[in-house]
């Protein structure tokens, strides 16, 4: 079975990082298309940053040149390096993973980790 747990949200200050991580299991993450996303109250979840198989990172115009992702292979484990954080960042954050096989794509998710900035 294919899960995705995501950690390491919290309570911030405006101005500061926060690294998030998402510890995958059932499959390798290194060789599938993994993201992060995220969700404002009251809106619909939406794309923050992904990382091809291939090592191809890329990310929505807010958090450009501020959020960083990456993998680390051997533990299995996606991070979203958040930098020079903001109010408007607050929101739950969820991990992606995207399954392709034979031309059928599945998406799966983990349960979401929520990060707060304060001013």
């Known amino acids: 079975q294919v899960q995705l747990v995501e950690s390491g949200g919290g309570l911030v200050q405006a101005g500061g990082s926060l690294r998030l991580s998402c510890q995958v299991s059932?499959?390798?993450?290194?060789?599938?298309?993994m993201g992060w996303y995220r969700q404002f109250p009251g809106k619909q979840r939406e794309f923050v940053a992904q990382?091809?198989?291939?090592?191809?990172?890329t990310y929505e115009d807010p958090v450009e040149g501020r959020f960083s992702i990456s993998r680390d292979s051997a533990k299995n484990t996606v991070f979203l390096q958040m930098s020079s954080l903001k109010p408007e960042d607050t929101a739950v954050y969820y991990c992606?993973?995207?399954?392709?096989?034979?031309?059928?794509?599945?998406?799966?998710w983990g349960q979401g980790t929520q990060v707060t900035v304060s001013s």
């Open positions: 992606h993973l995207l399954l392709i096989n034979f031309g059928y794509s599945t998406d799966y």
């Open positions: 990382i091809t198989a291939a090592g191809t990172a």
């Open positions: 059932g499959v390798d993450p290194s060789i599938h298309t």
